[in-house]
């Protein structure tokens, strides 16, 4: 009985909410699943191209394998005008005791040896999750107040945006127990409202089918082979922001930030978070 | 919904496929991400996806949502071939040495008026001359300009029956060694405006390399939907005792049968 009439109160509490963490493990396992069966799909042609077509001879990004002077073979990866020898990584790299010529090593893709129609069918089924997940997220992030309690930033974090560099730069961190601070807010607004939803775009931009339905949004992102040039840099920032992301959970206490992302953690009381961004704002 | 008891056995075959294919690559020792692509329930789970995307896609684009076109400057010079690009079956060889002039496309199967057309006939066709962007499914693409005939008026000439439910398109190539290519689309892709069987690519007679004398172009789909050196049409209900059942040469080795993504 008690249980049920301190309910309300003690949700209050939470630091972050049920959606909230369900939606972050999920979308943890979606994200992996698609990256490493995305660089399978990616290891069938790992060439890059602008523009609706692939100018074979021009690619912007290309990771192949040559016969170097020496005899022996190298894996190369070329970046525009620049080329790196990428031998043991990307280009070239041994999978099972066996080197091989491919994009990305076996240790980066679903499943590990190659072959794209599996890499393919995990792709597809954890992109409906993903999408799924995501829009659900979206959608309780705009209506639950989530957004705007949690996420939006308030004027004065608009301000502190510069000190809040600075601070990031000197990994000075302001143990903010009761909310984030600017320049967190700010990625994860770009990563809910930007980096997913643009994941999905230009995912869906590379099907045929899709482009029939909806001619605009290809022109909108300059063709196919562009959509899925950005599909590509936006995975890669994805997998940087995740990079960040776990580098401040460590600097900021991980057991804790963990801990609280699995149980839902404890709030500061309202007043106490009030006292203490006062503080934070005198300071 | 239209592909119900045909699709689940083809499905069911495939999932086969899958999972003998993977327990092959077994032998070489994997981690455990490996183990679950060989699990024949997570493969199932996972293939749940493709009649989603079947469905979704077809609503998003209609029976009639065209494909987009591009202008005559956007053309590639050379047409990346893949898969087959000389076949090398002796009937081939002998209807290539003779210009394709004896060769000729039978359509056959639940059809009013079995057709049996020479290169000349087809010509003589309407035609329709697009150009488009072909997709394939490793990432690339190319855009050509194909001309030819419209499916739909073959069709409709050769009467298609109501029993009929897919067209297959058989090749003269053996990819790979022994299998002949084959491919199918259900009436509705069959009958999509832009579906053509295409003679000649950008204002020439259609090279060797890509599928000479006459190739599928259907515009919506991935690459290998779009069968090269074309021998023959059947319309049928099902394509379950066609090699290996699952509705084409690269669907019985594992790949969708809907292949708009």
């Known amino acids: ?43 069938a042609h790992p060439a890059l191209y602008w523009g609706s077509a692939s100018n074979f001879d021009n690619p912007w990004l290309e990771m192949y394998a040559i016969r170097g002077t020496d005899g022996d073979i190298q894996g190369q990866t070329a970046l525009g005008p620049w080329v790196f020898d990428t031998t043991g990584v990307l280009g ?67 301000r502190g945006l510069g000190r809040d560099v600075l601070d990031h ?72 922001f995740v990079i960040i992301h776990l580098l401040m959970v460590i600097l900021s206490g991980p057991i804790r930030q963990i801990r609280d992302m699995l149980t839902g953690g404890r709030c500061q009381t309202p007043a106490a978070e009030t006292q203490r961004s006062a503080y934070h704002e005198t300071k | ?39 024949e329930q997570v493969v199932d789970t996972l ?51 003779g210009q394709f002039r004896d060769w000729r496309l039978g359509i056959n199967g639940l059809v009013d008026n079995p057709l049996s057309l020479s290169l000349d006939e087809l010509r003589a066709m309407p035609a329709r001359t697009q150009i488009t962007r072909h997709d394939c499914v490793e990432g690339w693409s190319a855009i050509g300009q194909w001309r030819g005939p419209v499916l739909a008026d073959l069709l409709d000439r050769a009467g298609v029956q109501s029993g009929a439910r897919y067209v297959i398109f058989h090749c003269m190539d053996q990819l790979g060694g022994e299998d002949f290519y084959y491919e199918s689309l259900d009436l509705s892709e069959a009958r999509h ?44 209900t099902d394509f379950d005792d066609i090699a290996g059942g699952k509705g084409g040469f690269w669907e019985d080795r594992g790949y969708t049968w809907y292949a708009g993504i």
């Not at chain 1, 890499?119 to 107040?145: D, E, N, P, T």
């Open chain 1, 92 to 158: 070239y790299s041994s999978s099972n005791g066996q080197s091989t010529v491919r994009g990305f090593p076996d240790w980066l893709t679903l499943p590990s040896y190659q072959f794209l129609t599996m890499g393919r069918l995990w792709h597809f089924f954890f992109a409906w999750l993903f999408a799924g997940a995501g829009a659900l997220f979206a959608l309780y992030a705009l209506f639950s107040g989530h957004l705007k309690r949690d996420l939006w930033l308030p004027a004065s974090q608009w």
């Open chain 2, 47 to 97: 293939d749940l996806a493709e009649q989603l995307n079947l469905r979704v896609q077809r609503f998003l684009a209609g029976e009639r949502g065209l494909a987009p076109e591009y202008p005559t400057s956007m053309i590639d010079q050379t047409f990346r071939p893949n898969g087959s690009t000389d076949p090398q079956a002796s009937r081939y060889r002998q209807l290539a040495a």
């Open chain 1, 169 to 240: 730069l000197r990994l000075r961190f302001h143990g903010t127990r009761g909310g984030y601070n600017g320049l967190q807010k700010l990625s994860y607004l770009g990563v809910l409202f930007v980096a997913l939803p643009m994941m999905v775009v230009t995912g869906m931009c590379m099907s045929p089918t899709v482009n029939a339905a909806a001619p605009w949004l290809l022109d909108l992102l300059g063709g196919r082979q562009s959509a899925r040039s950005i599909h590509f840099i936006i995975a890669g920032s994805l997998v940087l």
């Open chain 2, 1 to 39: 919904m239209k592909r119900s008891d045909a699709s689940s056995a083809d499905r069911r075959g495939r999932r086969r496929f899958l999972k003998r294919a993977s327990l092959g690559m077994a032998t070489l020792g994997l981690v455990g991400c490996d183990r679950l692509s060989q699990n």
């Open chain 1, 1 to 43: 009985m008690t249980d049920t009439l301190e309910q309300p109160r003690s949700r209050l509490k939470h630091r972050h909410r049920l959606p909230v963490r369900l939606w972050h493990w999920l979308n943890l396992w979606c994200l992996i699943v698609l990256l490493m069966s995305g660089l399978q799909i990616f290891n």
């Open chain 2, 193 to 236: 405006p832009q579906t053509i069987l295409a003679y000649s690519l950008n204002d020439a007679p259609l090279p060797i390399a890509n599928g000479a004398p006459l190739r599928l172009r259907a515009e919506r789909q991935l690459g290998y939907k779009m069968a090269k050196y074309l021998s023959s049409i059947t319309l049928a």
